[in-house]
Each structure stands twice: as C-alpha cells, then as structure tokens.
C-alpha cells in the first residue's frame, strides 16, 4: 500500500468527507474507487489507459465497457453480480435508494 497526498480546496475536501461518510467509506476508499473507476472506465476506449492497467499487471474491471459503470455503481441493485462479471445487463437502482433520485425529490416531501 503506498500512500498518496492529495491537496484539496477546504470546500472540496469537505463534499469529500460527507460524500464518504454517507456511503460509509474512508477518505481513501472513496478516492481509489473513484480513481479507479475514472482510469479503468477510460481503458475501455483509450489505448494508454489500457496499455498502462496492462503493463503495471493490474486487471481490466469487468463494468469497465458498460456505459454505466462509475458514480452510478454505488447505488446499482446488481452492483455485486456485475463486480464480479455475472451479471451483463444495464443498471438498475436499488430500491433502497430511490429516494435520492433527483426526479424522486418532491415525492420525499412530507405532505
């Protein structure tokens, strides 16, 4: 493991630190996920990205080529099955979820 520094704005650090404790993750973990979903996701289509996971021997993420993999993973009711590349559909939100659709939002309005 090797640690990275990383400068934040105070204001980006802090979406950082809430964005990461709702999802009950470390600061660390949120940010590999989402480096790795940026630069795998990237190597589906891009020839360095992909020649790059490929000589440091790192493999390919199996979502890597679905149009829905990144942001979207977090709250996706296959997001297991499809980690590990059983499941081939498209992304589906888990029903725990749908109420942090934005589209949702005025129906999460007390009445």
């Avoid at 105070?10 to 950082?16: I, S």
């Avoid at 980690?83 to 559909?89: A, H």
């Amino acid at each position: 493991m090797k640690r990275v520094v990383v400068q934040l704005s105070d204001q980006d650090a802090q979406v950082l630190k809430l964005y990461a404790a709702k999802w009950g993750l470390t600061l660390s973990q949120a940010l590999e996920e989402m480096s790795r979903s940026h630069i795998h996701g990237q190597a589906a289509t891009c020839t360095f990205s992909r020649d790059l996971l490929n000589n440091e021997d790192v493999p390919i993420d199996k979502r890597a080529g679905k149009e829905c993999f990144g942001f979207a993973c977090r709250v996706c009711a296959h997001t297991t099955a499809c980690r590990c590349g059983v499941y081939q559909g498209y992304w589906e939100i888990d029903d725990r979820y749908k109420h942090l659709l934005i589209e949702n939002e005025d129906k999460n309005l007390p009445s």
